[in-house]
């Protein structure tokens, strides 16, 4: 099993740059010659046309290293440190004062990489037809632990931790306007696919026993369901 999703990214890597060799439909003369050398910033254009994150991205930017061809990187950072404290009483006229309370702290961080080459297959004056493809990596790490303690079943500690790992091939496809100078409008389709492997640890201790269950998830997964339609900012 392992050696087939392997297999696949390598065919599917190999599609996209037969398809990028086959570059010799574009028009002679174009915007893009105006843009080799140079890099660009991305931006998300979401609802009521506010500014977001470019491909679910912190930071993404491009680099035209041709005048048919860019490389773009996007960078995506989590981080959270936080803690809970909890209490609930309940109405109960036989157990007055029957409560709970909980105390609870979080620590996660995580990254992700996507990176795509960028061949423009079909150019005019000012509209250009791109296809891209490149690795994507992500990492994620969570740890999670309460302590609860109420009056009718006492105190309990409970632990979680996950660890997260991704590894795959992100494919886009999508056209570019330039309406301005330096600036240009797009909108393109992205497929992902990829490995992952996923493990998470629980652990519960009362006063007298503790129990551990330790779940491992793996597989590969295709998701072609997202659209992204953005401005791209050029210096």
């Known amino acids: 099993m392992k050696h087939k999703k392997y297999h696949l990214i390598y065919f599917f890597s190999l599609l996209f740059f037969i398809l990028a060799l086959t570059n010799t439909t574009s028009?002679?003369?174009?915007?893009?010659?105006s843009l080799y050398g140079k890099f660009a910033l991305q931006f998300q254009i979401s609802e009521n046309f506010?500014?977001?994150?470019f491909q679910g991205a912190t930071l993404s930017g491009k680099y035209h290293l041709g005048k048919r061809s860019a490389l773009r990187l996007g960078i995506?950072?989590?981080?959270?440190?936080?803690?809970?404290?909890?209490?609930?009483?309940?109405?109960d006229t036989l157990n007055p004062n029957n409560e709970s309370k909980n105390n609870s702290d979080r620590n996660s961080v995580g990254f992700t990489i996507n990176s795509q080459y960028i061949a423009y297959l079909v150019s005019t004056d000012d509209i250009g037809f791109y296809i891209g493809?490149?690795?994507t990596f992500s990492l994620r790490n969570s740890d999670e632990e309460s302590e609860t303690s109420s009056n009718s079943v006492g105190k309990y500690t409970n632990s979680h931790s996950e660890d997260f790992f991704s590894i795959g091939l992100d494919a886009i496809a999508g056209v570019e306007w330039s309406f301005y100078q330096n600036m240009s409008l797009s909108a393109e389709y992205g497929i992902k696919f990829y490995y992952y492997h996923e493990t998470d640890n629980y652990s519960t201790s009362y006063e007298v026993e503790t129990r551990t269950e330790e779940r491992t998830r793996e597989g590969i997964q295709l998701t072609a369901n997202y659209v992204n339609f953005g401005i791209t900012v050029y210096f």
Do not use: K
């Not at 028009?27 to 010659?33: E, G, N």
């Not at 981080?79 to 209490?87: C, I, K, T």
């Open 50 to 53: 506010t500014l977001s994150n």
């Open 76 to 91: 995506s950072i989590f981080f959270d440190d936080s803690s809970l404290d909890q209490q609930i009483t309940y109405i």
């Open 27 to 33: 028009a002679q003369t174009s915007y893009l010659d």
């Open 133 to 135: 493809s490149g690795p």
